[in-house]
């Protein structure tokens, strides 16, 4: 079971924002920074947002992260049908001396 | 271009032992980090193990402390993961991960299948 809690679905129509949360605690989200993964269906996951807030080159800057104490969100603005994807937040746990995933969230356009 | 190839998954019985391999190409292999994650069918990403670049630091999660064993070979360009008294839990496809910084894996092995079944 993972420490990390996301919502297990979000769906919006084409052109709208959607908003993911990823709820944790002080041992993880509270003192790490967060990084989300965007998972096409039948592929492997890809880093979508790192340290909390940033882009790696070739992401749209529809994708947006963001962090507040305990808690991580990633926003996806002008969603597309391309969008359509599971999406996890990940952090270290201090407490468990690993890593650790959030539950995962599909999105549906 | 980087690159992660993994392999060695296979069906196996409860018990069992099996040992997957993770190939890695376009970059210095020498100087990252590198994870295991699974993902059980129709599951979630679950992280399995870490060790750092000269191999001196390991962790694990606790689902398979004492069960699995990862490893590096660096002169190889390889990653590995010893897995034995595999369980039916252990199903999963399994990724390698380069490490690029605390939780930042990119990029992602294309995932080998592991079967535990009788």
């Known amino acids: 079971q993972s420490v990390l809690t996301q919502p297990p679905s979000a769906s919006g129509t084409p052109g709208q924002r959607v908003t993911i949360s990823c709820s944790g605690s002080?041992?993880?989200?509270?003192?790490?920074?967060v990084n989300w993964y965007q998972q096409l269906p039948g592929t492997a996951p890809k880093l979508l947002i790192y340290?909390?807030?940033q882009r790696p080159s070739g992401v749209p800057d529809r994708f947006s992260g963001s962090k507040s104490g305990t808690s991580a969100s990633l926003a996806i603005s002008g969603l597309q049908s391309e969008d359509e994807a599971d999406y996890y937040c990940?952090?270290?746990?201090?407490?468990?001396?690993?890593?650790?995933f959030g539950t995962g969230t599909k999105v549906t356009v | 271009e980087v690159q992660l190839v993994e392999s060695g998954g296979n069906l196996v019985q409860p018990g069992g032992s099996l040992r997957l391999s993770c190939a890695a190409s376009g970059f210095t292999f020498s100087n990252y980090e590198m994870n295991w994650v699974r993902q059980a069918p129709g599951k979630g990403l679950e992280w399995v193990s870490y060790?750092?670049?000269?191999?001196?630091?390991?962790y694990y999660a606790d689902s398979v402390k004492g069960r699995f064993t990862i490893s590096r070979d660096n002169a190889k360009n390889s990653l590995y993961l010893q897995m034995k008294s595999l369980r039916a839990e252990d199903t999963a496809v399994y990724y390698c991960?380069?490490?690029?910084?605390?939780?930042?894996?990119?990029?992602w092995g294309q995932g080998i299948l592991v079967t535990v079944s009788s």
């Open positions: 060790i750092s670049s000269s191999g001196s630091t390991i």
């Open positions: 340290s909390n807030d």
């Open positions: 990940a952090t270290w746990d201090d407490s468990l001396n690993g890593y650790v």
């Open positions: 991960a380069r490490e690029v910084a605390a939780a930042r894996f990119d990029p």
């Open positions: 002080s041992f993880n989200i509270g003192s790490n920074t």
